[in-house]
């Protein structure tokens, strides 16, 4: 099955007239560190795409530009199937369940054709290999030694992951917290080592560019502020956008902190992945691959604390179906699509919403039943009983738009 599958991915990728665009962008970025040229001043392929991570990541990618272009197609695109395997691993742990081999195959032979998984591959993308840095770290005991730098380092490559800092900040989890956000800090001090330039140029004035990653408007863009726009008819919503996001994002963290408390670890880590990719001003579609955590906590937790036993097939096939490619998006249809088109074009900050408000209206509904614990338990597969409190729980793109923080 897992053959099978990965044949068909391949067939499909080689088909492309341009696989693995992003892998372009990464290159140059390595090649801008070892030539010592402008990092933020160059854009590559026939759709002008630049460099938008922050200097550390440049430095990592130096391996990637002096490597042959084939070799690193291919090691991205076996890479991104191993990662996937690996995140599914993890996301399992999250949810309270061992991982077996043959299981393991078939959820990976499957998981490929979910929309962000796919256009992952397709573009050779690195959201699955940020994703595998910052469940590992958050499925690791409590106390471990270290705990929370791999979220830190995954900050420094993209930003977004900060987020979970902060998570770990809220929960009360103050060394982890406070690990990560040293090992963020080290890799802007690194980075401002090794590129003082191309650092002063990010910190002070490329980080602020969210214009120079793409336009928000187009389905693409799968944050709020793209639903916002593309509802509003409008490419910049402004207040319209800036006081939802701020609300979702406090909410997001305050339903996370609820849910650790509760013992209920899976659902916060969840939350709070949903948040930062709902109020991110640009979440490209390939950035939700944190819908292969959210279909392990929806349908793998123990028995018991699952959801609705419907939940998890809809939200898969709601990240197969693959709508915001089916409405009209050429040019600027994006901004002229109907009211009946509009769910069609958002379906993934719309899930969003919904499964944060299920989430914090059933937490409520245990907290008046006096479900609460003491204290969270620890993630992670359970050993002979199984622990109390544990989780209850993918038409391409344009790739003018693709890379995006």
Same mark, same amino acid.
């Given at each position: 099955?897992?053959?099978?599958?990965?044949?068909? +991915?391949?067939?499909?990728?080689?088909?492309?007239?341009?696989?693995?665009?992003?892998?372009?962008?990464?290159?140059? $970025?390595?090649?801008?560190?070892?030539?010592?040229?402008?990092?933020?001043?160059?854009?590559?392929?026939?759709?002008?795409?630049?460099?938008?991570?922050?200097?550390?990541?440049?430095?990592?990618?130096?391996?990637?530009?002096?490597?042959?272009?084939?070799?690193?197609?291919?090691?991205?695109?076996?890479?991104?199937? =191993?990662?996937?395997?690996?995140?599914?691993?993890?996301? +399992?742990?999250?949810?309270?369940?061992?991982?077996?081999?043959?299981?393991?195959?078939?959820?990976?032979? !499957?998981?490929?054709?979910?929309?962000?998984?796919?256009?992952?591959?397709?573009?050779?993308?690195?959201?699955?290999?940020?994703?595998?840095?910052? +469940?590992?770290?958050?499925?690791?005991?409590?106390?471990?030694?270290?705990?929370?730098?791999?979220?830190?380092?995954?900050?420094?490559?993209?930003?977004?992951?900060?987020?979970?800092?902060?998570?770990?900040?809220?929960?009360?989890?103050?060394?982890?917290? !406070?690990?990560?956000?040293?090992?963020?800090?080290?890799? =802007?001090?690194?980075?401002?080592?090794?590129?003082?330039?191309?650092?002063?140029?990010?910190?002070?004035?490329?980080?602020?560019?969210?214009?120079?990653?793409?336009?928000? @408007?187009?389905?693409?863009?799968? *944050?709020?502020?793209? !639903?916002?726009?593309?509802?509003?008819?409008?490419?910049?919503?402004?207040?319209?956008?800036?006081?939802?996001?701020?609300?979702?994002?406090?909410?997001?963290? /305050?339903?996370?902190?609820?849910?650790?408390?509760?013992?209920?670890?899976?659902?916060?880590?969840?939350?709070?992945?949903?948040?930062?990719?709902?109020?991110?001003?640009? *979440? /490209?579609? %390939?950035?939700?691959? /944190?819908?292969?955590?959210?279909?392990?906590?929806?349908?793998?937790?123990? &028995?018991?604390?699952? @959801?609705?036993?419907?939940?998890?097939?809809?939200?898969?096939?709601?990240?197969?179906?693959?709508?915001?490619?089916?409405?009209?998006?050429?040019?600027? !249809?994006?901004? %002229?699509?109907?009211? @009946?088109?509009?769910?069609?074009? &958002?379906?993934?900050?719309?899930?969003?919403?919904?499964?944060?408000?299920?989430?914090? @209206?059933?937490?409520?509904? $245990?907290?008046?039943?006096? %479900?609460?614990?003491?204290?969270?338990?620890? =993630?992670?597969?359970?050993?002979?009983?199984?622990?109390?409190?544990?989780?209850?729980? &993918?038409?391409?793109?344009?790739?003018?738009?693709?890379?995006?923080?």
């Amino acid at each position: 099955m897992l053959a099978v599958s990965l044949a068909a +991915l391949a067939v499909l990728c080689a088909a492309q007239p341009n696989p693995l665009v992003d892998l372009l962008v990464y290159r140059a $970025e390595g090649r801008a560190v070892v030539e010592g040229t402008d990092l933020y001043g160059f854009t590559v392929t026939e759709w002008e795409l630049p460099a938008t991570y922050p200097p550390f990541a440049a430095l990592l990618f130096v391996p990637v530009a002096v490597s042959p272009l084939p070799v690193a197609q291919a090691l991205f695109a076996v890479g991104n199937v =191993v990662l996937l395997a690996l995140l599914i691993h993890f996301s +399992l742990r999250l949810a309270g369940r061992r991982t077996a081999p043959l299981p393991l195959m078939a959820a990976t032979a !499957l998981g490929v054709w979910l929309e962000p998984v796919f256009q992952t591959v397709l573009f050779g993308q690195i959201n699955l290999a940020l994703a595998c840095l910052v +469940l590992w770290d958050l499925t690791r005991p409590e106390g471990a030694r270290g705990k929370g730098l791999a979220i830190g380092v995954a900050a420094g490559i993209k930003l977004t992951p900060a987020i979970f800092a902060v998570h770990l900040l809220v929960t009360g989890r103050v060394r982890s917290g !406070l690990t990560a956000l040293a090992g963020f800090a080290g890799t =802007v001090a690194l980075g401002a080592v090794a590129l003082p330039g191309a650092s002063v140029d990010f910190w002070a004035r490329r980080m602020f560019e969210t214009g120079r990653v793409g336009k928000a @408007w187009i389905v693409d863009n799968q *944050s709020l502020q793209g !639903l916002l726009a593309r509802l509003l008819h409008t490419p910049e919503p402004g207040l319209w956008w800036a006081v939802p996001a701020a609300f979702v994002g406090l909410a997001g963290l /305050w339903l996370a902190r609820t849910a650790h408390r509760r013992g209920r670890e899976a659902w916060g880590v969840s939350a709070v992945a949903g948040t930062a990719l709902l109020v991110s001003p640009i *979440s /490209w579609s %390939h950035h939700w691959v /944190w819908c292969v955590p959210l279909l392990a906590v929806l349908g793998g937790a123990p &028995s018991g604390r699952r @959801w609705p036993p419907y939940a998890a097939a809809a939200v898969a096939v709601l990240f197969t179906a693959r709508t915001h490619w089916l409405v009209p998006h050429s040019g600027d !249809l994006d901004l %002229h699509l109907p009211w @009946w088109q509009q769910p069609l074009a &958002s379906p993934y900050p719309l899930l969003g919403l919904a499964l944060l408000g299920y989430a914090a @209206w059933r937490l409520r509904r $245990e907290g008046r039943a006096g %479900h609460r614990t003491t204290s969270p338990a620890p =993630v992670g597969p359970a050993r002979g009983e199984r622990r109390r409190g544990g989780a209850s729980a &993918s038409d391409p793109p344009r790739p003018a738009e693709s890379t995006g923080r």
